[in-house]
């Protein structure tokens, strides 16, 4: 049974720093894409980051690039989202997920198979 489990998240001030893990089980993730979402209260969810297989390629929506940054450790099965130079618009629950067997990153949530239940993350002004 695959399970993905993510922690690190809590209240911080604006212009503070966070990082996210997930660990993930039930399968090798290796071959597998895995990415960040967020969901805001009243909007759906969207993309933050992707990460390619062997961690190699990376993939930012608009709005964290520069600021957040997606990494691997495939030994651990756990995948990593430092955000630094939060925002109040930064706040939000944030999932990690899995996009089995995939070749190429993807930011579409319809392709990502294995989500983790999210952790909030607040961000004061």
């Known amino acids: 049974q695959v399970q993905l489990v993510e922690s690190g998240g809590g209240l911080v001030q604006a212009g503070g720093s966070l990082r996210l893990s997930c660990a993930a089980s039930?399968?090798?993730?290796?071959?597998?894409?895995m990415g960040w979402f967020r969901q805001a209260p009243g909007k759906e969810r969207e993309f933050v980051a992707a990460?390619?297989?062997?961690?190699?390629?990376?993939n930012y929506a608009d709005s964290v690039k520069g600021r957040f940054t997606i990494s691997r450790d495939n030994a651990k099965n756990t995948v990593y989202l430092q955000m630094n130079s939060l925002k109040p618009a930064d706040t939000a629950v944030y999932y990690c997920?899995?996009?089995?067997?995939?070749?190429?990153?993807?930011?579409?949530?319809?392709?990502?198979?294995?989500w983790g239940q999210g952790t909030q993350v607040t961000v004061s002004s």
């Open positions: 997920a899995v996009a089995v067997l995939r070749p190429v990153i993807t930011a579409r949530p319809s392709d990502y198979d294995y």
């Open positions: 039930g399968r090798t993730f290796s071959s597998d894409v």
């Open positions: 990460i390619s297989r062997s961690g190699g390629r990376t």
